[in-house]
């Protein structure tokens, strides 16, 4: 009997390395389904059309005095607020900016410095409105006051979109929904399930021209057109199924 002793402890132990061998096999199969994942990019589309419009400009008056200027300013000043009003901008849509003075000083042209030779005075316009057509067809009749010798400088309108964040929630759904099924595509070639979802990362949406390919990581926001694409980008991780 006592030289069973060591047999039986022996047994005993190699049973007790079999059962801890087996909860740590099992464990590590687990912990390694927890890392299998896929990263997937979706994205999804949408276009919109601007539903409003800034467009700025100005005037500049440069005379001799200061007082030269400014009558000279306010006839223009006049003459341009006369052209919007025909043209059917509203007094609530216009802002009239105070006017910005600046001396003229003989260094500009090579001389004294200290010698001031002319004043030279600017009115800014700005024009915001809901109007985005009829504004638009305002800034391009705008050359007709330089014809009239009004040195009216308009810079082109700025087309935006106010109802970006309504659409978001819409977009990231669907750029997820993409996500989904791209990777579902990529694992059920190799025989594998796509399972729970276990992150998301949202990119920053580009706001482009209809068909454009520019990007930035910061995010593009074209102001130049009327209609515009809107692009949302997300990546998305998933769990794989066995």
């Known amino acids: 009997m006592r030289d069973r002793v060591p047999l039986l ?6 049973a007790v390395a079999i059962v801890l061998g087996s909860v740590f096999i099992a464990d590590g199969i687990r912990d390694r389904g927890k890392n299998d994942v896929i990263t997937v990019t979706g994205s999804a589309k949408k276009q919109i059309v601007s539903d409003y419009v800034i467009w700025n400009g100005s005037v500049t008056s440069q005379r001799e005095t200061a007082a030269a200027a400014a009558r000279e300013l306010a006839l223009w000043t006049g003459k341009i607020q006369a052209f919007l009003g025909a043209n059917g901008v509203q007094d609530d849509e216009l ?32 024009i915001r409105s809901p109007r ?17 010798g009004i040195p009216f400088a308009a810079q082109p309108p700025q087309y935006v979109y106010t109802k970006l964040a309504d659409i978001r929630p819409e977009l990231l759904a669907a750029a997820t929904k993409d996500a ?4 579902r595509v990529l694992i059920e070639t190799t025989g594998g399930k796509l399972g729970s979802l276990r992150g998301v990362n949202v990119g ?3 706001v482009t021209s209809p068909n454009s390919v520019e990007v930035s990581d910061y995010g593009v926001y074209d102001t130049a057109t009327v209609e515009k694409e809107v692009t949302a980008v997300v990546n998305v991780t998933f769990a794989l199924d066995s």
């Open 180 to 183: 989904q099924n791209r990777g």
């Open 204 to 206: 920053v949406f580009q």
């Open 132 to 148: 985005v057509e009829g504004i638009g067809q305002v800034a391009d009749r705008s050359s007709e006051l330089i014809a009239r």
């Open 95 to 126: 802002r009239i900016q105070p006017i910005s003075t600046e001396t003229i000083t003989g260094s500009d042209s090579g001389g004294d410095s200290a010698q001031i030779v002319g004043y030279r005075l600017t009115r800014f316009f700005e």
């Open 9 to 14: 402890v022996g047994l005993f132990l190699l």
